[in-house]
């Protein structure tokens, strides 16, 4: 029998009491939760008269053909992929599509029972492997916290119905690269499933997707949770080899997942208008370079990542449980400990540039910056 696991964010409860005891109150960096307004053509096109009328009748499960426009030209314009909307299709947000893949690919081949992913990494994609009755099993990361397929052993290969990889990563920043992890899943026939829903804050280099290196063998996987502040609207998509979307699609038109019709209108909208995301881009990238200031003036060793909008941080003498305490107690900050991201991951903590300018300059205050 499948027992849940204790959610691990319901374990930071007390730190958020003890962080809210400070005047002004907590502030909360544990959770990648948007802080910013939803933008303003989302809005409109939310209260719209089409985006009211869509609400009525069922949507369609792989998502309408303005839908599926909207995600291949916005591949086409920020990632440089052209895709065919046939080889697109909508998800609810992506948690449910990361969690629920690996059940759907074992129906594809039942004779392999292995979900490959990062030691260091989003705990979903093990999750859904053990949602699946797969095995989870974990590959070790290098230094830079890229993941080492050289380490992969042979016997798991052959039992591997896919391999998560997270680009740019979370907790760490990482950008992988996405080429040769495409061309190692080729050459083993292992399915690759790349979670890109940073990629538009991708800081080192350039926004990279395992698309661009073909689409044969590969899922890319995108969110406007975090581009668009449109988390609570729960609106994604897949995009990459013609067959398998196939199959998912065909799939989910049984199990009954259906983007709803309004958030596939706000969809559209966040998917056009590029300025907003750009906006949100900058916002970021400042808050991430404030917080930074914030940790080097505790003494805290603390570099910008290569991507995304997270920073993974090592704790003084590696005990992230207590510095967790301190940045609750002295700061008023609620930050996630590195072990919530796998056993390779003790010893550091995640800090998350989701709290509004305002709640960053209260941080300074408190830190003395």
């Known amino acids: 029998m499948f027992r849940p696991p204790p959610y691990p964010y319901e374990q930071l409860d007390e730190y958020r009491i003890l962080a809210d005891s400070l005047p002004g109150g907590v502030v909360d960096l544990s959770i990648g939760t948007p802080c910013d307004p939803v933008p303003e053509v989302v809005r409109r096109a939310i209260t719209s008269e089409i985006s009211l009328d869509s609400a009525r009748p069922y949507p369609s499960s792989v998502g309408s053909e303005d839908f599926l426009r909207a995600a291949s030209e916005w591949l086409d314009r920020c990632l440089k992929v052209k895709i065919d909307t046939t080889s697109i299709g909508a998800c609810i947000g992506t948690k449910e599509i990361v969690t629920g893949l690996p059940a759907v690919l074992k129906l594809r081949n039942p004779k392999k029972d292995t979900v490959l992913y990062p030691a260091v990494s989003y705990p979903s994609y093990s999750m859904g492997a053990q949602l699946a009755d797969c095995r989870p099993v974990a590959v070790p990361v290098d230094k ?62 350039s926004p990279k997707s395992v698309l661009q290196s073909g689409k044969e063998g590969v899922l890319a996987i995108h969110s406007l949770s975090k581009r668009s502040n449109l988390a609570g609207m729960r609106v994604g998509f897949y995009a990459g080899d013609a067959e398998l979307v196939g199959y998912l699609r065909e799939v989910r038109k049984h199990q009954g997942f259906m983007l709803s019709g309004p958030a596939q209108i706000a969809g559209i909208a966040a ?27 505790l003494g805290i060793e603390t570099e910008m990542p290569e991507g995304s909008f997270y920073l993974w941080i090592p704790a003084p003498e590696g005990d992230e449980w207590g510095l967790v305490e301190k940045l609750a107690k002295n700061l008023g900050m609620v930050v996630t400990p590195g072990q919530f991201f796998g056993e390779k991951g003790k010893g550091y903590i995640r800090v998350a540039a989701v709290a509004t300018d305002d709640r960053i300059e209260l941080l300074e205050q408190r830190a003395g910056v």
Do not use: M
């Open 144 to 205: 830079d916290w890229r993941i080492d397929l050289s380490e992969v052993d042979e016997k798991d290969i052959e039992r591997a119905i896919c391999l998560w990889v997270n680009s740019p990563g979370n907790p760490a920043g990482a950008i992988e690269d996405l080429e040769a992890i495409a061309d190692w899943g080729k050459a083993n026939g292992v399915t690759i499933l790349s979670d890109e829903c940073y990629v538009e804050f991708s800081w080192a280099t």
């Open 271 to 297: 998917l056009i208008d590029q300025q907003h995301a750009d906006r949100q881009r900058q916002l970021y990238l400042g808050r991430l370079s404030k917080l930074v200031s914030i940790f080097e003036s």
